[in-house]
């Protein structure tokens, strides 16, 4: 099965900003960023989830197409991995991207190239992943 870890490194008042590693096998197999919203001790629709291990398995919603579904989320449900570019895309869930920049102009960085990320995320990941989350 592929490996992830999530390592959250900058820590904001409206987000946080992470590198997504995936591991399959014995080396690094792809990497992107990732963006969340900021720790609001596991509130639904204001925080990230907490720091720990989780299965994400790949899901299709009309909303968001295909993405992964990070299951097992003490007290929260439909946390998923999607494509988006801006914290306010977000309400709990893990968006990824190429690169961080401000696209919108509102002084937070955002991810960049999110649907092209997401389709390369999909393509390696295959059905499902282990996803460790570690904050630095």
């Known amino acids: 099965m592929v490996k992830g870890i999530l390592i959250r490194h900058t820590h904001e008042d ?3 900003l992470s590198n997504l ?3 399959d096998g014995d080396g690094l197999d792809f990497s992107c960023k990732a963006l969340e ?4 001790g596991n509130e639904r629709n204001v925080s990230r989830i907490p720091s720990g ?3 994400c398995k790949k899901r299709t919603s009309d909303k968001y197409g295909q993405h992964y579904h990070v ?6 449900s ?3 991995i999607h494509a988006g570019n801006y914290y306010t895309q977000t309400r709990g869930c893990i968006l990824v991207g190429q ?3 401000d696209i919108n102009n509102d002084g937070y960085m955002d991810v960049t190239s999110s649907k092209y990320t997401m389709r390369l995320l999909l393509d ?9 989350i570690i904050d630095l």
């Not at 299951?71 to 929260?76: E, L, N, P």
């Not at 390696?124 to 460790?132: K, P, Q, R, Y």
């Open 124 to 132: 390696f990941a295959f059905d499902e992943f282990e996803l460790t």
């Open 21 to 23: 590693f995936l591991f």
């Open 53 to 55: 291990k989780y299965t």
């Open 37 to 40: 919203l900021p720790d609001e």
């Open 99 to 101: 690169d961080y920049y």
């Open 71 to 76: 299951t097992d989320v003490d007290g929260r």
């Open 78 to 80: 439909l946390i998923l």
């Open 14 to 16: 409206r987000q946080t």
